[in-house]
């Protein structure tokens, strides 16, 4: 079965300072993946997502991600964080034939300090 | 404005007693799907719906009913809710399969 690790349930970054969360995946074969953020008392907005096209995704708010086959990988960054980027940060996997079922994983929660 | 619309935003009930949480998106999309989100482990599906009168088991179905006579409308059914029911549930739907997932804003139940 697929899965999702995120390394580091809660992350602290500087204001301006980079963020960089962490994810890899278990599949035979490359997924469709994605990236969700949960503001307080919020639903899951969608960030970025990759579907076997650019290996480097660009997302809303700054946010960046690149596919890695080698590493199962999908880290997400973006260079500069700002006050408002404190949030929860999900990703999410789902295989081609799955039917659009999505595996998340745990979540990265983001504080920003001044 | 295209959203996805879950009520109530808030539950308190106790063990036993049946309750429906409704969800309804506009925007025309096939696919729907349940989620419940507990602290340490993000998002997991209950069920999905892929059209109307087309359901499915997720990863954690035991204790949940759900029904799609409508395209619209997913309602999620807790015949009798138990302490372990107690989680914050999102609905979501999609225009295609693997294609982005948009997100109600949350059910928070409390089962005593």
């Known amino acids: 079965a697929q899965s999702v690790t995120q390394l580091g349930s809660h992350v602290s970054v500087s204001e301006g300072a980079l963020v960089l969360l962490r994810c890899n995946y278990s599949?035979?074969?490359?997924?469709?993946l994605f990236w969700y953020v949960q503001y307080p008392n919020q639903g899951l907005q969608l960030l970025l997502k990759?579907?076997?096209?650019?290996?480097l995704v660009k997302g809303i708010n700054g946010f960046e991600a690149e596919f890695k086959k080698s590493e199962t990988s999908f880290h997400l960054t973006k260079p500069s964080a700002h006050m408002s980027d404190a949030a929860e940060y999900f990703c999410?996997?789902?295989?081609?034939?799955?039917?659009?079922?999505?595996?998340f994983g745990a979540g990265t929660q983001v504080v920003v300090t001044p | 404005e295209a959203q996805v619309t879950q009520n109530p935003r808030y539950l308190i009930t106790v063990t036993g007693k049946k309750l429906t949480v409704t969800c309804s998106q506009n925007?025309?999309?096939?696919?729907m799907s349940w989620y419940r989100q507990d602290p340490g482990l993000g998002l997991r599906q209950i069920y999905y719906?892929?059209?109307?009168?087309?359901?499915d088991k997720g990863d954690v179905p035991e204790g949940y009913k759900v029904s799609r006579k409508e395209k619209r409308n997913f309602p999620l059914i807790l015949e009798s809710p138990s302490p372990n029911q107690t989680s914050l549930y999102f609905c979501?739907?999609?225009?295609?399969?693997?294609?982005?997932?948009?997100f109600g804003p949350g059910t928070r139940l409390t089962v005593l």
């Open positions: 979501a739907s999609s225009l295609f399969t693997n294609n982005e997932q948009f």
């Open positions: 599949s035979s074969v490359p997924p469709y």
């Open positions: 990759y579907t076997s096209a650019a290996t």
């Open positions: 999410a996997v789902s295989e081609t034939d799955s039917w659009g079922k999505l595996q």
């Open positions: 925007m025309n999309h096939e696919y």
């Open positions: 719906s892929m059209n109307v009168e087309v359901t």
